[in-house]
């Protein structure tokens, strides 16, 4: 049982990877039925190669992947999220842009654009989760699958 959660990441050259094996041989990971990857937000910068990267998930029940936000919006060729070999159960989830097919589910918000802060990373110089946290007018709010906000982060009042 792994929980991923309440997560705000930022600038990496990879922003979420997980390896995983259903045998559990080889890595400690294993996403199962009762996994979930809910309630983060995950913002790419120029240098993001992949926002979420799921080498395998050979389990045959699926995880969850749900309530995220996926903003790539400063790293156009970045991959939102790897092709798996059998996706996690995914929806309510807002994307910067079209995810994979198997990625897509209800509730999903699609080519969304942060608001705000969030718009313009900065070069240098300290980050805040509220130049991340949605605008209290933003589509994120009360659309999680909990009816909570979308992400990680509560909206900017």
């Known amino acids: 049982h792994i929980t991923i959660r309440d997560n705000l ?34 913002v790419a910068g120029p240098w993001t190669r992949s926002a979420v990267r799921l080498d395998d ?14 903003d790539a919006t400063h790293a156009p060729d970045t991959a939102l999220i790897t092709p798996a070999r059998q996706a996690m159960a995914s929806g309510h989830n807002a994307w910067c842009r079209p995810p994979p097919a198997a990625w897509r589910g209800p509730g999903d918000i699609v080519c969304f654009r942060p608001a705000g802060a969030a718009a313009v990373l900065p070069p240098d110089g300290p980050l805040r989760d509220a130049d991340f946290a949605p605008p209290a007018d933003s589509p994120l709010v009360g659309r999680a699958s909990d009816g909570a906000t979308i992400g990680a982060l509560e909206p900017n009042l």
Do not use: C, M, W
Not at 19 to 35: C, F, P
Not at 59 to 70: E, G, K, L
């Open 9 to 42: 990441i930022v600038h990496g050259e990879t922003l979420l990877r997980l390896k995983t094996d259903g045998n559990r041989h080889r890595y400690a990971t294993s996403l199962d039925a009762t996994s979930s990857i809910h309630h983060n937000t995950f």
């Open 57 to 70: 998930n050979p389990q045959p029940n699926r995880a969850a992947f749900r309530d995220n936000v996926i």
